[in-house]
């Protein structure tokens, strides 16, 4: 069965430091992997999405993920941490076989002024 | 134009009742999944409506069923409540088939608690 893996419950982080926040996946065939984050009080907005092409891929707000195959994994990033991106982030994959995305269990990310 | 719209946002029953969450997607969209969001379990998938059919359903028990309107409005019910329902409950609208290619946008959720 194909799934998605965040190691890590919290990232805590300093304002304009780097952040990694870490998925891996497990998935036969080709991934399709995504990532979205949710705001306090908010339903879940779309960051990025990698289906094909070049490993890094670039999303919203300056955040990007690269997709490593290798290693399975699908980290988001960002080069400069702000107080705002503070959030829960969910690591996603496209479950072809059963027709559905499938959720990690969610990064909350806490970044410190 | 307007977002998604789930109503109510919040909502306390009692074990035992039954309830029904709605959801309205952004106009024009045709497609509505149901996830519930719990702490440490992230996002389960639900069901996902398209033009008034159930295309897929996950793995809940058949206490949990929905159903969608021909204005694509959905509706979600959940009978005989347990305290383990006890959670959000998030659905997503899309344009088509929300295969992960087309986005989904996300209401806010309703919050439902059995006490």
């Known amino acids: 069965a194909q799934s998605v893996a965040q190691p890590e419950d919290q990232v805590n982080v300093a304002e304009g430091n780097p952040l990694t926040v870490k998925c891996t996946y497990s998935?036969?065939?080709?991934?399709?992997l995504f990532w979205y984050v949710q705001y306090p009080n908010r339903g879940l907005q779309f960051l990025l999405k990698y289906i094909t092409g070049d490993n890094l891929v670039k999303g919203s707000y300056g955040f990007e993920a690269e997709f490593n195959k290798s290693q399975t994994s699908f980290h988001l990033k960002k080069p400069s941490a702000l107080v705002s991106d503070s959030a829960l982030y969910f690591c996603?994959?496209?479950?072809?076989?059963?027709?559905?995305?499938?959720f990690g269990t969610g990064t909350r990310l806490q970044v410190f002024p | 134009k307007a977002g998604v719209t789930q109503t109510p946002r919040y909502l306390i029953k009692t074990r035992g009742q039954q309830v029904t969450l709605s959801c309205s997607p952004i106009s024009g969209h045709r497609s509505v999944s149901w996830y519930q969001q719990t702490p440490g379990q992230g996002l389960q998938f639900l069901f996902e409506?398209?033009?008034?059919?159930?295309?897929n359903k996950g793995n809940f028990p058949g206490r949990f069923s929905g159903r969608q309107f021909s204005n694509s409005r959905s509706e979600m019910n959940v009978s005989t409540l347990e305290l383990g329902d006890s959670a959000l409950y998030l659905c997503a609208s899309s344009l088509g088939i929300w295969d992960g290619h087309t986005e989904a946008f996300f209401g806010q959720g309703t919050r439902l608690t059995v006490v």
């Open positions: 996603a994959v496209r479950d072809e076989e059963a027709d559905k995305l499938i």
């Open positions: 409506y398209f033009s008034e059919t159930q295309r």
């Open positions: 998935v036969s065939g080709n991934p399709y």
